[in-house]
C-alpha cells in the first residue's frame, strides 16, 4: 500500500548549508513512511536536540528539508498542486505539546472545533456543525453541554487538551501527529488522555506518531519505536523488545534512567562514560559517551543490525547481524 | 513517677513540624485556600516526597515554609524548626533563616539565574548576605568546593548561565541551596524540565548530597516515578489537604485513600502494557471550597451524606502512616 507520508533521504540542517562547519544537523538522512489504513501507533522517542521535533515539524510540512524529499500520497509536498494542499492540510492533523497555547483566550472553545468543520465545508448548516462538534468531543470522553460555549480559561488543561484531540478528530484524518500531548497535562489525567488516543487509533484505523521522550507513556501506547540521537536512528523496532531488551548502549542508558513509579524498580546502572551532548562527528555519534566504543565505533557509521526479529540497533556490537538498509527502516513496523 | 529524660525527648523532636497550616490568598473571587489546615513533620535526615496535582497547593505550601508568600496572601498556623516557630520570627531573623537553615532549589533553573552575573558572583551572594567574610581566594575555594559537590567542573564558576546547559544551571542552583549547609532542603520539581538522562544524574547528585551532608529534604512534584526512585517518605495533598502520608513503599504497596489508590494504578509500570486507567473528573477549585471531603465528587467509594458534611479525621492506619478518608472512621 502506498504510504500517506513519506520522508525519502530527509537532511535538515540549521545555520548554514550542509557540511559547513556551523551548520547543526538536526536530522541526517532519514527515511521513514507512514502506511495508512491501519491501527498503530510508533513513537519517536528522543532528547532534547535528538531530531524529534524536526522531523514532526518536517512531516507536517512546515519546515523545508535541506536534502530529500518529503512526500504526501507520492508526492513531494513542495511543489504539489493547491488542491493537493488542502488535502495534506486535512488529512495529516496534529496535536501539540501545549494545551494552552494553542486556544485564543478571546474566543470560546466551540472556535477551535467549528473553524476547521467551516474551512473544510464538513457540515451544511448550524446544526450540522453543532452535531460534529458534539460527537467528536463525546468520543474523547467530554460532556459538549460542559464544555461548549465555554473559554479556554474555564478548563482544565487535561480538558482543553482533549479538545484539540477531538478537533483532530472532527476531520477523520489519515494521520495524526501528537508532539508530548500529555507532557503538561496532570498525572491523573493523563492515563485518560492516552487512552482517548488510543481508542480513536483502533476505532477509526488512524495511525497516529506519538513524540515524547517519555518512555514509559511509550511503552504503554504505542506498538513501535524508534530512537533517534543527534538526528539519527539508534534502535527502532517493536516497543516491548526495545523497551525490555534494548541492545543499543544509548537506548540502555535510556532505559535504565527510566524512573519507574515502582519501588521495587529502581534506576539501573547508568552506562555511560562522560557526560555530554556533543555528537561525533566521524563514526557513531554515541561513540563518545558510550562505554562499550571500539576504534571501529570512531572510523564509521554502524548501519541498523537486525538483533532479532523485529527489532535493530545501530551498533557495531551487533557487527554480522543481517542489516537493515537506511530505506528499509519502515520494514521494522509490519503490519500485524 | 519519673520525670522524662531530656535526651530522650530530644530525640522525639521532629526537625520540622508543621501544624495546622493555611496559606489563604484573598482575591476578588474569594478566598483561595491553597493550603487548608495541613500538619505534616519532617524528621531529621528523612527525604519527605509531596505530591499532588497541579493547584493542589504543593508549591505553596513550600513557600510557606520559606514565607516566602506574599500579599494578599497569608500564612495562619505554627511551623517548627528544632522547636522556633518560624511564623513568629522577625523578618529580619527570617532572613537569616533561609539558605541557611532552609534552603530551596527552585523550579525551572532556567529562570532562577540572574543571566548577568557570573555564576561565582551568584554563589558568593548568598554567603556575603550572610555574613560570611573572607578573602578572594577563600571566596573562590568554597566556590570551587561547591561546584565539586555538585559534579561540576571549576570552569563554570567563571561563566554565565546561558553558556550552561539545563542540566548545569540546575546543578548551580543546588550548589547555591546548600552553600550554607541548611539542615533542609526543598526542592521543587528540580527536574521536571530536563531529559530523562540528566533528571536521573541530577537527582542521584541531590540525594547522594542529602545523605552526605546528612540533611534533611522535601521533594515537591507530580511525578511518582521520580518519587518511587528519590524519597523516603511520601505524602499525597488533594486540594490543599493532605490527604496520605507513610513511608514510600507502603504507600505504593497498599495505598489507603481512594485518591491514592486511583493515582497509583494510573501510573505506567513496566508490565503489561497497554492498560490505561485514569481518574475520573476533574481537580477541584479552592476558592471559597464546599466542607466536607473534595475528593467526593471524583471518589467512587463516596458515602453520601457523610462524605459532604465534614473533612475526616487522620487515622493512623499503621504506625506512621496517615489517612484522612471517612472509610476508616474518624469522623
Known amino acids: 500500500m502506498e504510504p500517506i507520508v513519506e520522508l525519502r533521504n530527509v537532511t535538515k ?17 532519514m527515511t521513514f513512511s507512514v502506511e495508512p489504513g491501519y491501527p498503530h501507533i510508533i513513537t519517536i522517542a528522543g532528547e532534547s536536540g535528538s531530531g524529534k521535533t524536526t522531523m514532526m515539524m518536517l512531516l507536517l510540512g512546515f519546515y523545508e528539508p535541506s536534502a530529500g524529499q518529503v512526500l504526501y500520497n507520492g508526492k513531494d509536498i513542495f511543489k504539489q498542486k493547491k488542491e493537493d494542499m488542502l488535502d495534506f492540510r486535512r488529512n495529516v492533523q496534529a496535536v501539540f505539546q501545549d494545551p494552552f497555547a494553542v486556544y485564543n483566550p478571546f474566543y470560546k472553545v466551540d472556535n477551535l472545533l467549528s473553524i476547521p468543520i467551516k474551512n473544510f465545508g464538513l457540515a451544511k448548516n448550524k446544526r450540522e456543525t453543532r452535531d460534529l462538534m458534539e460527537e467528536a468531543l ?51 489525567l493523563r492515563a485518560t488522555l492516552l487512552k482517548n488516543l488510543r481508542d480513536m487509533n483502533q476505532e477509526y484505523s488512524i495511525p497516529i506518531l506519538y513524540i515524547t521522550h517519555d518512555l514509559t507513556t511509550a511503552y504503554h501506547v504505542s506498538d513501535y519505536i524508534i530512537v533517534l540521537y543527534h538526528g539519527s536512528v539508534m534502535e527502532a523496532g517493536d516497543v516491548e523488545l526495545v523497551i525490555r531488551t534494548p541492545k ?75 542489516v537493515v538498509e537506511k530505506a528499509d527502516l519502515s520494514s521494522l513496523f509490519p503490519k500485524r | 513517677m519519673t520525670q522524662p529524660n531530656s535526651a530522650t525527648l530530644k530525640t522525639y523532636l521532629p526537625l520540622l513540624e508543621i501544624k495546622d497550616l493555611r496559606t489563604y490568598f484573598y482575591v476578588k473571587a474569594g478566598t483561595v485556600k491553597a493550603v487548608d489546615g495541613l500538619d505534616l513533620t519532617l524528621d531529621s535526615g528523612t527525604k ?17 515554609i520559606m514565607r516566602m508568600i506574599r500579599m494578599p496572601g497569608t500564612i495562619q498556623g505554627q511551623i517548627m524548626l528544632n522547636g522556633v516557630d518560624l511564623l513568629k520570627l522577625s523578618e529580619d531573623e527570617m532572613r537569616k533563616t533561609r539558605l541557611s537553615e532552609i534552603a530551596m532549589i527552585p523550579q525551572g533553573a532556567m529562570n532562577s539565574l540572574n543571566p548577568v552575573m557570573r555564576i561565582k558572583n551568584q554563589i558568593i551572594d548568598g554567603m556575603l548576605d550572610h555574613g560570611i567574610k573572607g578573602s578572594k581566594r577563600e571566596m573562590m575555594n568554597r566556590v570551587y568546593t561547591l561546584l565539586e559537590r555538585v559534579e561540576l567542573s571549576p570552569r563554570v564558576a567563571n561563566m554565565y548561565p546561558h553558556e550552561l546547559s539545563g542540566g548545569m544551571k540546575q546543578r548551580v542552583t543546588v550548589a547555591i541551596a546548600i552553600s550554607l549547609r541548611p539542615k533542609i532542603l526543598i526542592a521543587d520539581e528540580p527536574t521536571s524540565a530536563l531529559d530523562v538522562v540528566i533528571q536521573r544524574q541530577v537527582m542521584e547528585t541531590i540525594t547522594g548530597l542529602v545523605r552526605d551532608l546528612d540533611l534533611s529534604m522535601i521533594l515537591i512534584g507530580h511525578d511518582m516515578g521520580l518519587m518511587a526512585q528519590s524519597v523516603d517518605r511520601l505524602a499525597v495533598m488533594y486540594a490543599g489537604k493532605l490527604a496520605e502520608v507513610g513511608a514510600m513503599k507502603d504507600l505504593f504497596a497498599e495505598p489507603f485513600h481512594p485518591y491514592t489508590r486511583l493515582l497509583i494504578s494510573s501510573l505506567p509500570v513496566l508490565g503489561q502494557r497497554g492498560v490505561f486507567q485514569g481518574i475520573p473528573g476533574i481537580p477541584p477549585s479552592v476558592i471559597n471550597p464546599p466542607p466536607g471531603c473534595l475528593f467526593r465528587a471524583r471518589c467512587p467509594n463516596v458515602i453520601q451524606g457523610v462524605c459532604d458534611k465534614t473533612f475526616p479525621n487522620y487515622v493512623e492506619v499503621k504506625p506512621g502512616h496517615l489517612v484522612a478518608c471517612h472509610l476508616y472512621g474518624g469522623a
Open chain 1, 138 to 188: 463525546m468520543r474523547v470522553g467530554l460532556r459538549p453541554e460542559e464544555t461548549l460555549g465555554r473559554y479556554p480559561h474555564q478548563l482544565s488543561g487535561g480538558q482543553r487538551q482533549r479538545i484539540a484531540v477531538a478537533r483532530a478528530l472532527v476531520l477523520k484524518p489519515k494521520l495524526l501527529i501528537a508532539d508530548e500531548p500529555v507532557s503538561m497535562v496532570d498525572a491523573s
Open chain 1, 248 to 322: 543499543h548502549p544509548y537506548t540502555q542508558l535510556l532505559v535504565n534512567s527510566i524512573p519507574w513509579p515502582d519501588p521495587n524498580h529502581l534506576w539501573g546502572e547508568a552506562q555511560e562514560i562522560t557526560r555530554g551532548r556533543q555528537a561525533a562527528r566521524h563514526g557513531c555519534k554515541f561513540a563518545p559517551r558510550c562505554p562499550k566504543a571500539f576504534d571501529l565505533c570512531t572510523q564509521k557509521v554502524p548501519p541498523l543490525y537486525l538483533t532479532n526479529g523485529g527489532h535493530a540497533a545501530s551498533c557495531f556490537l551487533y557487527e554480522g547481524n543481517p
Open chain 1, 13 to 29: 540542517v540549521f545555520g548554514g548549508k550542509i557540511g559547513s562547519p556551523n551548520a547543526v544537523t538536526a536530522l541526517e538522512d
Open chain 2, 48 to 64: 519527605l516526597g509531596l505530591v499532588g496535582e497541579s493547584g493542589s497547593g504543593k508549591s505553596t505550601m513550600a513557600l510557606s
